[in-house]
């Protein structure tokens, strides 16, 4: 039989304490989130706040690496294999014309009617004034 591999959690990088009051509130607020009760509600409106936290989480980390450089290098790599933020988004959001891109699933043409991507990558100066859509895969 093979060998169990035990559980050996490495302790978080140096500047852990600076980011994770923040994180750990963030993840705590997404296990609340999670367990509210969601009937009477669409499918995808009660993933509507989990996206939200999601998006927050992620975009705390990104800022704090590439925008005021206040973590390290180590330290956002640990974020990210642990799932404290999104790899995939924060790429996205890297790139020019995705800086304020909501979630990942609104530029898979998959899940839209027609194979575009969602109304929300509208710039907002194009929609109508006074018109409130929402976007239907985040909220």
């Known amino acids: 039989m093979p060998k169990v591999a035990k559980a050996r959690k490495k302790p978080p990088p140096e500047g852990w304490e600076a980011i994770e009051p923040i994180v750990s509130e963030l993840t705590r607020k997404m296990r609340e989130v999670e367990n509210e009760p969601h009937e009477g509600k669409r499918k995808v409106e009660s993933l509507w706040p989990i996206f939200r936290i999601h998006h927050q989480r992620s975009r ?6 590439y925008k005021r450089h206040a973590i390290s290098k180590e330290l956002y790599e640990y974020c990210l294999k642990e799932g404290y933020a999104d790899g995939n988004l924060i790429a996205k959001w890297r790139k020019p014309g995705y800086e304020k891109l909501c979630c990942l699933r609104c530029i898979q043409s998959l899940d839209t009617n027609y194979n575009t991507t969602c109304y929300c990558r509208v710039p907002k ?3 109508e004034e006074g ?3 929402e976007c239907q895969q985040c909220g």
Request: glycine content about 0%; hydrophobic content about 35%; proline content about 0%.
């Open 60 to 65: 705390y980390i990104y800022e704090c690496y």
């Open 125 to 127: 100066e194009r929609m």
């Open 131 to 133: 018109k409130i859509i």
